[in-house]
């Protein structure tokens, strides 16, 4: 009897333990994030460089482009990322890939002019040996009352 009470605590503290790790891992992508677009907003494209994947892709309203693009637009300020404010955020792991959505208002500075949008915008990350690269950076233009779903709960995934 004693040792079927042993084994049910491993087991507990072991999901226990796994479901503070992804809770973990996602604080960690959800604050990458938030320091991205600071970076952006900063037009500190050496931090950005080190983020973005070499192969990574950006898509926006007016077009997709690669990692050097991107970062020449951002250190040109031919778009300039002034203030994103984060509404939501939701992220899914993956083994070692993480997806996070954020539903944003974003002002920036574009063609001479001030704009303010409504984006969600999905980031796809992966870790390596040299930590979280970003893959990819995708606008999605919404409306303010647009929101993102929140995660399945693991019983309604099964089915």
Known sequence: MQKIFIGLFLIMLSVQWSFAQKSTIEQEVTQLSKEKWQWMADKKVD??????HDKSKFVH???TWNKERELEIIESG???YKQADVHDVVVEIFD???V???RITLVAHVRGN?????????EIYKKGED???LLDLTFSKVR?????AAKASPEKEKH
Do not use: Y
Not at 47 to 52: E, R, S, V
Not at 114 to 122: G, I, R, W
């Open 131 to 133: 930590g979280w690269k």
């Open 78 to 80: 031919s778009i300039w």
């Open 144 to 148: 303010d009352t647009h929101k993102i």
């Open 114 to 122: 001030d704009v303010s949008n409504e984006f969600t915008v999905t």
């Open 47 to 52: 931090k950005l460089a080190t983020l973005f």
């Open 96 to 98: 070692n890939t993480a």
């Open 61 to 63: 309203m007016s077009g």
């Open 100 to 102: 996070l959505w954020n």
